[in-house]
């Protein structure tokens, strides 16, 4: 199980949520199992313990 810790780090990794780099270097998070899109992260680093697309961990899709 995945836990922030309080102490700008989080042990484990985020589930079910895949990132990657829009052409204007803004990171997303697209929810892996619907495909639908979610937050934008705009400062150009990457969102702590979302996996990159694409990674290999991809789960199915239920």
Do not use: C, I, L
């Amino acid at each position: 199980m995945s836990k922030n810790t309080g102490k700008n780090f989080r042990r484990g990794a985020v589930t079910g949520r895949t990132q990657y780099q829009r052409a204007n270097g803004n990171w997303q998070k697209r929810d892996e199992r619907t495909g639908h899109f979610m937050s934008v992260k705009d400062d150009g680093t990457p969102f702590k313990g979302v996996a990159k697309e694409p990674d290999g961990r991809d789960t199915p899709n239920a």
